[in-house]
Nanobody, 126 residues
Framework: VQLQASGGGSVQGGGSLRLSCAASGVTLDHYNVGWFRQAPGKEREGVSCSNSGGGSTYSSNSVKGRFTISRDDAKNTVYLQMNDLKSEDTAVYYC????????????????????WGQGTQVTVSS
């Protein structure tokens, strides 16, 4: 399983970015997928996730209403649309995938995942 994250960059506050996570070696629809972020000196935290097979999606309270996770099965890619970006969104963003059985919001917990992308930097200036 290989996950390739891309789409990060530097934007001003209020701007938008769309992150992509392209998978190879797997059919991503069969996997739970999640977006996580890690700021300097902080633990990795769940941002948004999607359970496999058209299951539920979850987002952290800090990004609800601003970030949206979506899948394109034809492209075997998961996206994170990020709108109204704030300086506190600055972090390295990672995508992850797992074919394990998840329950509810398990997909928001990084320790449940065995496959990780390489991370993409998002920097938001105020």
């Amino acid at each position: 399983v290989q996950l390739q994250a891309s789409g990060g960059g530097s934007v001003q506050g209020g701007g938008s970015l769309r992150l992509s996570c392209a998978a190879s070696g797997v059919t991503l629809d069969h996997y739970n997928v999640g977006w996580f972020r890690q700021a300097p000196g902080k633990e990795r935290e769940g941002v948004s996730c999607s359970n496999s097979g058209g299951g539920s999606t979850y987002s952290s309270n800090s990004v609800k209403g601003r970030f949206t996770i979506s899948r394109d099965d034809a492209k075997n890619t998961v996206y994170l649309q990020m709108n109204d970006l704030k300086s506190e969104d600055t972090a390295v963003y990672y995508c992850a995938a797992s074919d394990r059985t998840f329950f509810g919001s398990d997909c928001m917990e990084p320790h449940h995942y065995e496959h990780w992308g390489q991370g993409t930097q998002v920097t938001v200036s105020s």
